[in-house]
């Protein structure tokens, strides 16, 4: 989606009559005799397609992380995460791309279908503010079945903390492996990193509400925030080595700073 607010689109090459000639390709068994270019086969005596360019509408989903961990403090990860995918959301139907919210946690928690048109927006805000985050999260889970359920490719904006290592890898590929074409938005909240609690403590899993007593000292602080930074740091290694573009951004930042950062970086110039 450009700057300029011109319409997004993809390219594809097809078989027949089109606006753009792109390319030839070998004839097979099967393929339409209409699209064979007769004034090649005169001069070479082998059967070539003719490949024209047909544009498409993009079609844009947003994977919205609903998790539990998503919906601890106030503010929260939830509600930060709604305002993101709906401005992004509004930008894609002002360029009249196709646009679908997909919540999820460790499935996909229902699914507002492909919408066109700035009036979509309003069933998007009413779409989200409908959903009850919860449960834990599995990418690999929820993405299989989201690959599973939408047969139109197009780019998957994941939004999320991404708090399922296990299953990072495994889901963002069953994107790629479809052929959908993911962009990652890692939200934390810089208040999980700012501990100021010490000694004997008891801590619970937001998720599987597991408990554990931990003796907290500076050390165990450290050491805790060069894990999370190793977190992040390999989530986006893998999102780097595969072009996938990635952003992380603390809860704290205003969110339309965060906008502007995937506008920059060129995120919605399709």
Sequence with gaps: MAATGQRA????????????FADYRTYTPGDDVKG???????RTERLFLKLYEEEEDLHIYFLV?????????????????????????????SNLDRVSIIPFSS????????????AQIFKIFDFLDSVEPGQQTSLRDAFKTFVSQNKRRGLAVVISDFY???????????????????????????????????GEVQIVDCESAETRDITVTPALLAAYRQVFEAFCAELEGYC??????????????????????????GGFLK
């Design 107 to 118: 499935r996909v928690q229902g699914r507002l279908p492909p919408g066109r048109g700035k």
């Design 240 to 265: 780097k080595s595969r072009q996938i573009l990635y952003f992380r951004a603390p809860i704290q930042q205003s969110f339309d700073e965060l906008i502007l950062r995937v506008f920059r970086a």
């Design 65 to 93: 992380d609903a998790s539990a961990s998503m919906h601890l403090g106030s503010p929260n990860k939830w509600n930060y995460a709604r305002q993101v995918a709906a401005a992004l959301a509004y930008i894609g139907l």
């Design 9 to 20: 689109k993809r390219q594809k090459k097809i078989v027949g009559s089109g606006l753009d």
């Design 36 to 42: 064979l270019d007769w004034r090649v086969y005169s």
């Design 164 to 198: 399922d290592p296990a299953g990072i890898e495994e889901g963002l590929n069953a994107l790629r492996y479809h052929r959908f074409e993911p962009m990652v938005i890692q939200l934390f909240d810089q208040r999980e990193l700012d501990l100021a609690f010490h």
